[in-house]
């Protein structure tokens, strides 16, 4: 299975103040290597992304603070059934700073995708990646037995 993270704005730079976020993101996909293929994807606008969904079945999950709010543990049963109903492709987007456009959720809810929050907090896109990408991480370890996740 593909797992895509994706987000509206600049490519992620490789020098620099922030560079420190993309190779701690990076650290953590490329973990995930024994179990699935990632990438990270970076689109100008929402518009790019949502036409980039559309172009073949991939399935979406929109990060927003309005979303389902989900455990490690519950993530990592979500990531699992998804694998194990042969699910090829999922995106996860970080969205624009003044958040998902109706047509973006209408395209997630036509797709059966999930809208998944990390709280009711606000985090910086380049922060949030970066929990993702641990959290990712931590579901495959999860599903696989791997004593990365003690439960607390």
Do not use: N
Request: hydrophobic letters at 45%; glycine letters at 6%; charged letters at 20%.
């Amino acid at each position: 299975m593909l797992l895509t993270l994706a987000h509206i704005g600049p490519k992620l730079p490789k020098s620099g103040e922030k560079a420190c976020y993309t190779t701690l993101t990076r650290l953590y996909l490329d973990r995930i290597a024994p179990w699935h293929t990632t990438q990270i994807e970076a689109f100008p606008e929402e518009s790019a992304l949502l036409a980039w969904l559309a172009r073949s079945p991939i399935l979406p999950v929109l990060l927003d603070s309005r979303g389902r709010a989900l455990t490690s543990t519950e993530f990592a049963s979500w990531l699992g059934a998804r694998r194990d109903q042969a699910a090829r492709h999922i995106a996860f987007a970080i969205g624009p700073a003044d958040g998902w456009s109706p047509a973006a959720l209408d395209s997630l809810r036509a797709r059966s995708g999930l809208l998944l929050s990390f709280g009711p907090i606000t985090m910086a896109h380049d922060l949030a990646r970066l929990v993702l990408a641990e959290q990712l991480y931590r579901a495959c370890t999860i599903l696989s037995g791997h004593p990365y996740h003690t439960g607390h």
